[in-house]
């Protein structure tokens, strides 16, 4: 069972130059998401989507462009790097929140440096 | 504006004692609240959560309490362990709202033996 799996798990562009994250997940979920991690700031949402076709904005999405085509993909694209985009990134996904209970899911995470 | 707050980015205590994480939260319409932990190099890990409805919640060595009135929760650990070694974080969300998690800074934990 593979659960929640990023490709690449490391990259490092040059800035200017463009990249595609992919996520996929095997269990069926509707919902998935976009994090980064950056020191002493803790997971902040970039992207996400409640189903296939669906893309809406987190917290943090200037930069950043993401596609659902398949319900099991989601993707993360950087146009244009910049150094600010040097961070670790994780893609989650979860069941509908039914009901408030929300167990998201997360990838190994993809460390990205932008030079 | 950060909505959820873990004040303490670091926690270092002995193989078996207590361990206390703390979690501040600004946002009272958040109504599910939940705990990860997080090894380096890897994605972090649900550990547990714990509804608005309820204020303590228990799974073995953890225990999550819930302060509404306070906007704060804990995570007690007891008996620590050094596999308990790790980054700590908080998050919460609103049932209603496509579960998008909020997260705070996170605490890393130390356990010494």
């Known amino acids: 069972n593979a659960g929640v799996t990023q490709t690449p798990k490391f990259r490092v562009l040059k800035t200017g130059q463009s990249m595609t994250l992919l996520c996929a997940q095997d269990?069926?979920?509707?919902?998935m998401y976009w994090y980064r991690q950056d020191p002493g700031m803790g997971l902040r949402l970039i992207h996400y989507?409640?189903?296939?076709?669906?893309?809406a904005k987190g917290e943090v999405p200037d930069g950043y462009n993401v596609s659902r085509l398949k319900k099991q993909n989601f993707l993360l694209g950087l146009e244009s790097a910049a150094p600010s985009q040097t961070s670790v990134y994780f893609c989650?996904?979860?069941?509908?929140?039914?009901?408030?209970?929300?167990?998201?899911?997360f990838g190994q995470g993809t460390r990205l440096t932008v030079v | 504006d950060q909505q959820v707050k873990q004040n303490s980015p670091s926690l270092s205590v002995q193989e078996g004692r207590i361990s206390i994480l703390n979690c501040d939260y600004t946002?009272?319409?958040?109504?599910?609240f939940l705990w990860y932990k997080k090894y380096p190099a890897e994605g972090p890990t649900f550990l547990i959560s714990?509804?608005?409805?309820?204020d303590k919640n228990e799974d073995g060595r953890f225990t999550v309490f819930l302060n509404k009135s306070a906007k704060h929760l804990s995570l007690h650990i007891v008996p620590s362990q050094p596999g308990d070694s790790a980054v700590y974080f908080c998050?919460?969300?609103?049932?209603?709202?496509?579960?998008?998690?909020?997260f705070g800074q996170g605490t890393t934990l130390q356990v010494k033996p």
């Open positions: 989650a996904s979860s069941p509908p929140a039914r009901g408030g209970n929300t167990e998201a899911f």
């Open positions: 269990m069926n979920h509707e919902y």
């Open positions: 989507s409640v189903g296939e076709g669906t893309t």
């Open positions: 946002n009272s319409m958040f109504d599910y």
């Open positions: 714990i509804s608005s409805i309820k």
């Open positions: 998050a919460a969300s609103r049932s209603s709202n496509t579960g998008k998690l909020i």
